[in-house]
Every structure is written in C-alpha cells, then in structure tokens.
C-alpha cells in the first residue's frame, strides 16, 4: 500500500497496471484524450469491463466520446443529479487485484500541474471483500450512465465549444495561453465600486469632469444619430480619436493621432467603420459574438493592414465606454501589467479574452448601479475611465 502524489508516477502507474492486468474497471469524473494513459486504455479497451466517465461541467474532452462511440462497455454519465465525481480504478487477473483510489480523473492536467493524491493497495493490503464492493459501485455508476451514439457525440462537442470561454472564465483562465494573474492578485479586478470611483476621480492627467462631459457628449451624438456616417466629420473624429475643431478633449481616452491610415478612413468617410460599429448596441449587453462581428467588418477598411487594436478599441471605447477601453501605447504597459498578461502582439483574440472579459468579471464593474449623477456619469463609461487609471504620459 502506498500513496502516489506525482502526475508522471501516478500516469505510468495506470500505463503499467493497464498493461499488466486482464481486466478494467473504472469511475472518472472527466477525461481527456492524449495522455499515455488514456491511449494505453483505449488501445486495450477490450480489457475494459465497466467504465464509467462523467461530462459534468463540460470538462471532459469531446475526443473522449468520440473514441468510445458505440462502445457497449463504456458509458458516460451526461446528466447527473447533483456532481458525478468519483475517481476509482479497479484492476483484476484470476485472483490478484490492485486498486487506485482517490483525487485523479483520467485527464492531462491530473498528469501535469494538479495536485492530486492516490492510494495504491492490492489484495495483499485488503481483503477481496473491498474489490467487490468496489466493482459494486462501478457496476451501479455504469446501469446509470449512457453509451454513446455519434449523434450524442456531435452534440456534446457543439456544446463543450460554445461553453469554453465560460469555463476559461469560471477558473480565471483568460485566453488560451493561461497566463494571467488571479483574480485576487490584480489590483484592478478586486477593487470596490467606491475605491474604484474614488481612483478615477483623482486623475492625475486629466480633468475627471471634462472626462465625463466627453463621454456623455459622445453619447448624445451616437443617440441623435446612431449611424455613425451621418455624423459631421468634427463628430466622427472626435470619436475616433483625432484633432479637430469640435471638441478639445479629442485626444483623451486614447489619441490616435499618429494612425495615418486610420485618419485617412475617417476623413473618406469609409462605409465598413460605420457598419462596424452598427454591430455594437447601444444600450443592453454585449456579448462576443457582438464583438466578433464588430471585428469582421472593421478589418475591412484596412485592405492593405494597419489597423489594429488600438484604432479599433478606440471606437469601441467611446461607443460603449461601459463595456470597452482603448489599449493604447499610453495605458497598456500599466494595465497589461496589473492583470498580468502579456503587452506584446496584443490582438484582437487576446484583446477579448484577456482585457474585456477580465474587465467585465472585476468586482467595480458588476457593483449595483450608484444613485448619485457623479458616481452615475463614471458607471456609464466605466470600462473606458480605465486609462484615467492607467495612463502614463
């Protein structure tokens, strides 16, 4: 009897007793394909007597059912009352036996960085009465699961794709790269609404009220006249984010004086940045796909290149100050630095998952709507008041 702590041991341990035994039985709460342990297990699935495998959460990979389509000895659990979580292997020739038990499902991260801890004993630690009941448990979690049709598993996939950038959030993995501080340790996304209003007001840059009166401004315009095209050019720039006559506070929020060819959009009045920006709501939610659709159609006045994140932000920002702020070369350094990310080749995949979707779970941004018009004006630009936090001339 021992205990196995370390991913590496506890995978060739399966590999080996997979290898060296007539007959499985096992119950994961999730799995994924790819590791040796899960090859060598499906490589001599006719060992298998009863396998178990549950999908709660969507954290089991859609691979893994594909693999076990049809197979009458392999069930999954895909609709459990409350959590299916056990973690239970059962291996059996003639009369030895050894059994796993403990924290590890059959997944690459139980591999690799988990912590987890299992319990290796065989029938010279216990007596037989404990694989019974242990095939027992298996056998009752297998009358209760499901084989798996290819329509189930296409199904399944659809749905563990549509819910990954959920999950990626749940667990505070923003982007696919998993680099990013925790939550706790940003200053940003734990902060208070009132802290949060308390910092903005004391703008060391810029005027908190002149901040305001832009965003609110920009508003009026964008409800007078929602199709940005029919704006004067003065509004248009203003906007955008360059010099004009209309409105002295252009700059702020992010100055995108030094984008020739995004000036040169502008001035020609350039029809895909107006449609673009139709993709975004005023008012309610937005979600991805609004933003995905934004994106499409905002690359498109930038046949040869040159646009980029920043230009693009920059609109978004005084669109929908509450839900966008423009990343530019004056606030990025300080705020990819406090959430932890990475400042360089900063795209628009990474600009969603990595700045918004942080932003949209920070503590500030979900507080109850204030009741003061001071406290209301920053609420209504809130995302884009960050670079009163972090712009650095």
């Known amino acids: 009897m021992r205990l196995v702590r370390h991913g590496n041991a506890l995978e060739e341990l399966i590999v080996k007793l997979t290898t060296a035994h007539e007959k499985i039985d096992f119950a994961v709460a999730w799995a994924s394909s790819g590791t040796a342990a899960f090859t060598e297990i499906s490589n001599r699935r006719k060992k298998i007597n009863k396998a178990v495998i549950g999908?709660?959460?969507?954290q089991t990979h859609p691979d893994v059912l594909d693999d076990f389509v049809g197979d009458k000895r392999t069930r999954f659990v895909l609709q459990p009352q409350g959590v299916f979580h056990p973690k239970l292997y059962v291996f059996t020739s003639g009369?030895?036996?050894?059994?796993?038990?403990?924290?590890?499902?059959?997944?690459?991260?139980?591999?690799?960085?988990?912590?987890e801890v299992m319990l290796h004993f065989t029938n010279q630690d216990a007596p037989d009465s404990i694989l019974q009941e242990s095939q027992?448990?298996?056998?009752?979690?297998?009358?209760?699961?499901?084989?798996?049709?290819?329509?189930?598993?296409?199904?399944?996939?659809?749905?563990?794709?549509?819910?990954?950038?959920?999950?990626?959030?749940?667990?505070?993995n923003y982007g696919e790269s998993g680099k990013f501080k925790a939550p706790i340790?940003?200053?940003?996304?734990?902060?208070?609404?009132?802290?949060?209003?308390?910092?903005?007001?004391?703008?060391?840059?810029?005027?908190?009220?002149?901040?305001?009166?832009?965003?609110?401004?920009?508003?009026?315009e964008f409800r007078d006249s929602p199709n940005y095209s029919e704006m004067s050019l003065g509004v248009r720039k203003t906007i955008a984010g360059l010099p004009n006559d209309y409105n002295d506070h252009w700059a702020w929020f992010g100055s995108m004086k030094g984008a020739g060819y995004f000036h040169q959009a502008i001035n020609n009045n350039d029809p895909h940045i107006s449609a673009a920006l139709d993709e975004i709501p005023l008012e309610?939610?937005?979600?991805?796909?609004?933003?995905?659709?934004?994106?499409?159609?905002?690359?498109?006045?930038?046949?040869?290149?040159?646009?980029?994140?920043?230009?693009?932000?920059?609109?978004?920002?005084?669109?929908?100050?509450d839900h966008f702020v423009c990343l530019d070369g004056k606030n990025r350094s300080q705020l990819c630095k406090d959430f932890g990310v990475k400042k360089t080749d900063m795209n628009y995949d990474r600009y969603w998952d990595e700045v918004i979707c942080p932003?949209?779970?920070s503590v500030w941004w979900n507080a109850p709507v204030p009741t003061s018009k001071s406290q209301l004006k920053v609420w209504a630009g809130r995302a884009a008041m960050l670079d009163a936090l972090f712009y650095q001339p």
């Not at 999908?55 to 969507?58: G, K």
């Not at 009369?95 to 912590?115: P, Q, V, Y």
């Not at 934004?294 to 920043?310: C, L, M, Q």
């Not at 920059?314 to 669109?319: H, I, S």
């Open 55 to 58: 999908t709660h959460f969507y």
């Open 95 to 115: 009369g030895e036996w050894e059994i796993l038990i403990g924290s590890a499902n059959l997944t690459r991260g139980a591999f690799d960085k988990n912590s």
């Open 136 to 172: 027992d448990i298996i056998s009752g979690y297998w009358a209760d699961g499901d084989e798996v049709s290819k329509q189930i598993a296409d199904t399944y996939r659809n749905l563990w794709k549509a819910q990954q950038p959920s999950l990626r959030r749940v667990s505070s």
């Open 185 to 220: 340790h940003t200053s940003i996304m734990s902060m208070s609404w009132d802290d949060f209003f308390r910092a903005v007001k004391k703008d060391p840059y810029h005027g908190f009220s002149e901040r305001c009166d832009l965003l609110d401004q920009v508003q009026r």
């Open 284 to 321: 309610g939610g937005i979600t991805e796909q609004h933003y995905r659709s934004y994106i499409e159609e905002f690359v498109k006045a930038f046949p040869h290149g040159r646009d980029g994140v920043a230009v693009a932000s920059r609109l978004l920002a005084l669109k929908r100050p």
């Open 359 to 361: 932003i949209m779970d």
